[in-house]
């Protein structure tokens, strides 16, 4: 009786296990899994035909303001500074690559994310939605990167907001201010603007937080990115007011790089045109051709630094620098023909001593200072002899002590060391030995004082 009650219980209870153990097969089985997949991404294809399909939503139609309002639509805006290839100083422009983001909320793009596994939708068409008109206002040119794909993309949250992200390279004018050049600070600007939708309709804001980045090894040739600032430009036309968004780059100019190229060699240039001065007053050759090679140099040099320059209508410090120089180098050459001419007269001096040598005045003397002297009109005349008593000798001997010890020791020591160099040009060039380097070392104390500290007192 009990064996035929529990086979009646097992057979009972065979039929629910059968279907348990049929229904677990299924839910486990490779092909329902994959079958889930597909179904999720055939949901996001759904997604996009439900809300961009046609006759759902017009791209023509800008979004409406914040929380639905008529207001304007608002755009945050963050950059993605990638590289900046060059800075020109002849054009006043610079290139930049960056990263450019826009985000914005569109009410109409709202859809189901199924629990969270819908995160976001993504779009490579940007006409398929409505996009902002921006335009970068001091562009000269620009492209957009499309090896190996466009790399542009939009993404759509469930929100409703869109991101827009696109990589593009930028030249962009910048006007400089060059009269600190090489010792100078530049600020370039990155504008930009709407350009047919105003203030009512269109705001564009920086994104909070942290709304522009730079790529941390940026690397530029002759300058130095020190830091940038984000502010507003907004521009009133007739037309209406447009809002504008400029971020800008302060460059602070590498100087080791001019040090090395210009003001080492212009010292040079400078200090061996003196070399001048220790060479023999008798060595013309050498001393023309060594003046004339530094000044043809060192004008060489100048017109190289002018020709990476643009003609600006102001005085640079590198053109105080350069004609400085050149105008100590050419110095230097005016120096030897002064030295020259000088020596010229210190032989013609010579000549003339010659010809009242002691011998001669001996003989003068040995005539007869009584011997007569012909008038002009040839009437003889004898001439007396002077007669100088010993009182007037010692007299005048006592005024020359009198006005020696009256002159000051200073003088005195300066014309008893002039008085070692027996000619004028001689003493030109000794003279100009001491002369030239002092008053260059006078000017690179001022030259130097006064950009340094105008540079330091501008760059705050």
Known sequence: MLASTTIRRAAAMWPGVLLLLLLLAVLLHPSRC????????????????????PGRYDARIRPSGENG??????????????????????KMEYSVQLT??????DERLKFNDFGGRLRYLTLTEANRVWMPDLFFSNEKEGHFHNIIMPNVYIRIFPNGSVLYSIRISLTLSCPMNLKL?????QVCSLRMASYGWTTTDLVFLWKEGDP???????????FTLEKFLTDYCNSRTNTGEYSCLKVDLLFKREFSYYLIQIYIPCCMLVIVSWVSFWLDQSAVPARVSLGVTTLLTMATQTSGINASLPPVSYTKAIDVWTGVCLTFVFGALLEFAL?????????????????FSPSEMEHSSSVDPTSEVLDADGSANFAMPLVQHPE????????????????PRKKNCCRSWLSKFPTRSKRIDVISRIFFPIVFAIFNLAYWSTYLFRDEAEGE
């Open 69 to 90: 309002t008529d207001g304007p639509a608002i755009v945050r805006v963050n950059l993605f500074v990638r590289s900046i290839a060059t800075i020109s100083d002849i």
């Open 181 to 185: 050049y090489p010792l100078d600070k």
């Open 392 to 407: 007037d000798t010692m007299s005048m001997d006592k005024m020359q002590q009198c006005e020696i010890h009256m002159q």
């Open 212 to 222: 522009v980045q730079v790529v941390k090894n940026l690397h530029l040739p002759r």
């Open 339 to 355: 030295v020259n001419y000088a020596s010229r007269s210190d032989m013609h001096s010579d000549n003339i001593n010659k010809k």
């Open 34 to 53: 994959s079958q889930v997949k597909v179904n999720y991404r055939e949901k996001e294809k759904q997604v996009l035909d439900n809300i961009l399909g």
């Open 100 to 105: 450019f983001r826009e985000q914005w909320l």
